[in-house]
Structure formats: C-alpha cells, structure tokens
C-alpha cells in the first residue's frame, strides 16, 4: 500500500512534468519547413486573448506557454477523482506562487492560470473560472 508522502511525491513530480518545471532552455532556435508547427499549433483550443496551450515557441524552449496540452486529454480527465483532486491543488500551489516553480516566471504563471480558466472544464472553484 502506497503511503501519504509516496503520494505526495508523485503529484510533485507528475505537475512538475506538467508545467516544464526544471525545462532545459534550448541551446538554438528549432527550425523547420513543413508547416508542422503550424498545424501543431492550430489544433489547440484558445482563450479569449487567442492564447492556446499547443503554440510552440522554438527559440528559447519548446513550448510556448509552460503546460503540457496533454491536459485535455482523456487520460487526464480520467485519472480517480483524488488524483485528480490533488494535481489540480498542487499545479495551482505552483501556478499561483506557492511553492518552488523552477524556471517559471510570473509572467508564464499567469498566462497558464488564463488559459486553463477559459478552455479547462472542470477546474477546481479555487482556480477562480
């Protein structure tokens, strides 16, 4: 049986993933010709300021804004209630300023807090839709 802080160490590490938390800047811009970081990129679902979680940035790190689209996923939306229940408080004690966030700036926190706000069903009351 898993413990509490087996638990806990886990959610950590998933969110951590999640956010880009310790993402290595890249060392060059990635270029291509296919127009696959524009289709990438059309896919996603935006906010209101046109913002959306698969716009690739490709000069200083992969993505644009620091969280994985994944979470729109099905996988995602199906994790157990409690599991669930505890990415959501722990990727909000980071986004918010809570806890350590590694290489994330205000600025990348709160344009990740906006997204989820208009194009995440489902978020906690806390998370302020």
Known sequence: MAKAGDLDDAVREFVDYLLFVEEAPLGAPVRGTSGFAREFSARGPRDSAGRSLRELDLTRRLMKYPCSYMIYSEAFD????????????????????????????????NAVIGILRETKAGLPDYWGK
């Open 78 to 109: 199906g994790m157990p209630e409690a599991a669930k229940a505890a990415v959501y408080r722990r990727m909000w004690q980071v986004l918010s300023g809570d806890r350590s966030s590694g290489r994330l700036t205000a600025q990348d926190r």
